[in-house]
Nanobody, 125 residues
């Protein structure tokens, strides 16, 4: 599995940004695709996830109502639409993938075996 993230950049607080992750290397039936982020000096944390086939979505409390995860199965591309951005959203954002994760495990980075290279999102106050 190859994952290629793109779309990061600089935005003012309150603004919006959409990042993408192009996936390739296999079909993703029964996969969970997710976004994680890591700020300087902090651990990598779950942001949002989606079951590739069923479309079920999951969000961290810190982004619920502001971020939307989606996927285009025809393009094998994962998206994260980020609205009402805050300075504390500043981080490197990584896309990740893993097959057949159960609910209790999809929140942990250790459950994912494929990672993209990361894209930096900077939110200024």
């Amino acid at each position: 599995v190859q994952l290629q993230a793109s779309g990061g950049g600089w935005v003012q607080a309150g603004g919006s940004l959409r990042i993408s992750c192009a996936a390739s290397g296999r079909t993703f039936t029964d996969y969970v695709m997710a976004w994680f982020r890591q700020a300087p000096g902090k651990e990598r944390e779950f942001v949002a996830g989606v079951r590739w086939t069923a479309g079920s979505t999951y969000y961290a409390d810190s982004v619920k109502g502001r971020f939307t995860i989606s996927r285009d199965r025809t393009k094998n591309t994962l998206y994260l639409q980020m609205n009402s951005l805050k300075p504390e959203d500043t981080a490197v954002y990584y896309c990740a993938a893993a097959p057949r994760l159960i609910y209790s495990t999809l929140w942990s980075p250790s459950s994912y075996d494929s990672w993209g290279q990361g894209t930096l999102v900077t939110v200024s106050s």
